[in-house]
């Protein structure tokens, strides 16, 4: 167990051994704290020193770059239900999403491609 080993470990190594650990165990942050023997609160007080959450952010997005791999290799296999995740959310701009965010006067509508549809013919008087 990580724990009993890193209570005489300098700051700087036992934060990047917390990174590793919230990697390995799927974002959980009680069980990276836990395997390497701090408290919860310890993790949030290490995220506003500027030098971790940067280190953090960094391995983070490193991380979702190997997922994102995955993703991508399974849509490329002709897995619908991949190419439909990929579309909705890597693609929203080209308009592949099921429903869509409109600001009328100040409040947010979401709607289908119908609602959306229709709402504009009225609006422009169609």
Not at 1 to 19: A, G, S
Not at 20 to 46: H, L, P, Q
Not at 85 to 97: E, N, S
Not at 115 to 126: A, D, P, V
Request: hydrophobic content about 35%.
């Amino acid at each position: 167990m990580i724990q009993k080993e890193t209570k005489t470990v300098p700051l700087k190594l036992k934060q990047q051994l917390f990174v590793k650990s919230y990697i390995d165990n799927g974002g959980n942050i009680s069980k990276a704290c836990e395997d390497i023997g701090i408290i919860r609160m310890t993790y949030y007080r290490w995220l506003r020193k500027p030098k971790f959450k940067e280190m953090y952010d960094d391995a983070i997005e490193k991380h979702n770059d190997l997922i994102f791999q995955r993703i991508l290799k399974l849509a490329l296999a002709s897995d619908k239900d991949m190419l439909k995740f990929w579309a909705k959310t890597q693609m929203k701009h080209r308009g592949f999403v099921e429903k869509q965010e409109i600001e009328i006067e100040g409040s947010i509508a979401l709607l289908t491609k119908k609602e959306r549809q229709s709402t504009i013919k009225r609006l422009l008087g169609k």
